[in-house]
């Protein structure tokens, strides 16, 4: 069928036409099927269809399909109707609990990375593959081709180093004194880090502040070599570009499938060439993964996801029912790490977690003996020299190196908590505290978040501040405290619980 | 935040708005989630992103909500982040294996009704009733909130009978028999079908040949009462809505879960006010019923529904592996069945099952004594008072009560299919027939299908001609002749079935 070309400029992130209804029913296409476009180059894309904002005879392409076939308004194309893409049928076979085969997981990855297939069918997959789970080889087969369909570090030297944490646990900064420890002791360690999607400030929003986080793969590459360590946001390179693209379909869906989670973590690892890896499983109440036994699963089962990679992984079950450190909020958290880096002062809980699993990289790579680690990661940070090389870091990057705690700013509107009575505190909300931080401006507005006084098991005084919450805007102030008034993120022991027409503020 | 409205005259078919990515991190939004737009109305919608299609400060309103909202460009309206709906959560619940409540699925249908669930969580909900299907009780609930989100026929008198088929077997047309020999007894039949989505014609297709096939509840209602029976497109009226909603994510996916299936059927009997329903369900290979176990496993769970609702069922597994009659496409099935009225003559696979079925209805409505109903029913074609009765039914709707199936016209364009070899018809592929009928142009061009000389089990002598394939148009001929040339739809005992370089023309 010869139809008119009609340009649509909006980005849908996918190959997507319009057609009238009649156009489509003569050609026999139906909600959800395809067509192939013939012109000088060939493009197959998802149908929608309208009665009235495309006439017959017209067909409007949204700004992707244009792109690809640098059409102009008025030029005729050949249209017509597409069978669905094997995938389709792949993604069905999930969902009746058949094995994949590797080749259709290929060809599986390689229409996700390539917008292929629909949000309903992507939603299929990861609905079935939540409810069904992948083998131990479908998620070899799937990390490996997340890895392929990407962009790769290759290092000439070894070993790489890396780190990831599970999530879940708020104020998690240690990657900002893990990596400075691990490439002061000669390791290389090319950290990509995620944004806070559902938090209140990732890894990579936390280092913006001191320093550009958006490379490309090429510049990881020449800045690891360089300095030892970078600190990057992976959202700017296209290192497993699939694993980006599902996480789009299960964040609406709020699900993590465990097969999905497996790939994502370790393709992301794969790809930057890492082949010493040490896993933070934040384990308790409030985190991803609610008690040792299931962490203990997933650490069996990331280890041995390594292993058919050829990744030697590390893990360690770390408590995650209270926040690392005090502070939540990207530059609260990164006065926290600085300050440490800067004068050793800081909370146990931070200081002690980042030069655990530092030492653990220490070990892995080589720099320290066996059950040396944690000392040597401790000292790195006592003799200065891991602050050294996190200026080297942030000077790579593009920032400067001279910055110090006191000069990073926080939101000018603060308000207070106060606890209702003397007693300890027996309860603490990871994810009151998270969303508290999140009402008052974070990850967004970087001096935004929530500084913790006191935390679970310490006595506190009635009237005596339990959190301070910053915001840059006042609204904003109001409305985390309007929160923390209706869901408290901190019990007092003998506090009245049951009355909840008046809940005292805490 | 206040936003400036910028219109998108796109028809999306959901309360959808379109954010620039500055904003909408200001606003702490992401994919798939959703703000709520406050302004003299108040309406939640899901947001999509762009970097460069709407600035920062606008908000691009899809039609639905600048349609709902009645706002004018230019004019501000104020967005927050909204929650996700309560379904989505109850959509969690599914995926977990959990049972819902029966005011769980109640929201939920009330949502799918109102375009309030992306496609994404529409696709989570059938994959995972796919996978796990739904309760008995939680599938009456879903029965019953469809019926109840929709338009209601009710009416004084009773029984009200109906008629289902499941669907699969090509050429089922009994409906254009069945219904005129029920109301000719006295009986009401307010017949809602559907049309073809991946057959060569629905019940609609071929009725609308005849007369208007769209009308309102309210005038189905009338008419049934005035002549006793109709045969309308369902998708003209707003009956269980949600089902038609349902279905738009299912068939992308090719699935049809068994809980949805049952409450898809079950809930547009319910709302046209049936009481007594006969089930038409084709059993064999290429039908949705691959054996009569599976076949006797729907059937008891049709009845058992039916039971909870109220409503008697009866169910009749049928021969499906061949087509019912010698004919697919519109025009000529309506030529076969109008033929059978006008005459008798026709084949016997078409008037055994249509009197079948009819004489369990009447017997069902106590038009005919138990073990009567398939005589009653023959007799009444005979007699001629279907043939009557059907002549009111078109006049009612509109059509011309006068014609005779010599009226009916066909494709101009016609070809051949032929026999290879003497033999015996030993494989007739439904799927074949079907697919070479829509490449012909069927359901669209009503004109166009498959005429079968030769079915399974008959003996066929070499060059003569198995098929005759009718086209409206002579490109659609070709392509139909080139599709049985590459995928024979009958196979005769002794032909060469390996040689796939040069398949002989069957």
Known sequence: MQLKVQPIDIKVGKYKVV??????????????????????????AIVDFTEDMISPGMIGLYHEVQEQLQREWTEMVEVEAAEKPKSARIIRKVMDGMKLERD??????????????????????????????????????????????????EFSTSPIMDKHSIGGVPGNKISLLIVPIVAANGLLIPKTSSRAITGAGGTADLMEILAPV???????????????????????????????????????????????????????????????VVMDI????????PDVKAGRKLARDLINLGERLGMDVDCALTYGSSPVGRTVGPALEVIEALKVLETMEGPNSLIEKSVILAGMLLEMGGAASRGQGRDLALETLKNGKALAKMKEII????????????????????AEIKAPANGYVIEFYNKRIVQAARFAGAPNDKGSGVLIHKKRGELVEKDQSVLT?????????????????????????????????????V
Not at 113 to 142: C, G, M, R
Not at 282 to 289: L, M
Request: charged share 30%; aromatic share 6%; with cysteine.
């Open 214 to 276: 958006e490379f490309s793969a090429r510049q990881i590459k020449d800045m690891t070599e360089k300095v030892g360590g970078v600190i990057v946001w992976g959202g700017a390179t296209n290192i497993a570009p699939a694993d980006d693209k599902l996480i789009k379909v299960e964040y609406p869906l709020s699900i993590d499938p465990h097969c999905q989670l497996l790939a994502s973590i370790m393709a992301k690892k794969g790809a930057v060439g890492a082949q010493k």
């Open 282 to 289: 934040p384990t308790g109440s409030g985190t991803k993964i």
């Open 19 to 44: 057609m009238n209804t009649i156009d489509a029913k003569e050609l026999g296409v139906y909600e959800g099927d395809r067509v192939r476009i013939r012109d000088h180059v060939t493009l197959t």
């Open 395 to 414: 000077e790579i990057q593009g920032g400067n190196p001279d910055v110090t705690y006191k000069d990073i700013a926080l939101g000018e509107f603060t």
């Open 104 to 153: 259709e997981i290929n060809e599986l990855v390689r229409d996700i990375v390539e917008e292929n297939l629909s949000d309903i069918e992507l939603a299929a997959f990861l609905t079935a593959t939540y409810i069904k789970d992948l083998s131990e080889d479908e998620t070899e087969w799937l990390t490996r081709a997340m890895i392929d369909t990407g962009e790769r570090l």
């Open 469 to 505: 919450i910053y915001a840059e805007k006042k609204e904003k102030l109001e409305e985390a405290v309007k929160y923390c008034r209706e869901y408290p993120p901190i019990f007092v022991e003998g506090m009245l619980i049951e009355k909840v027409a008046d809940v005292t503020e």
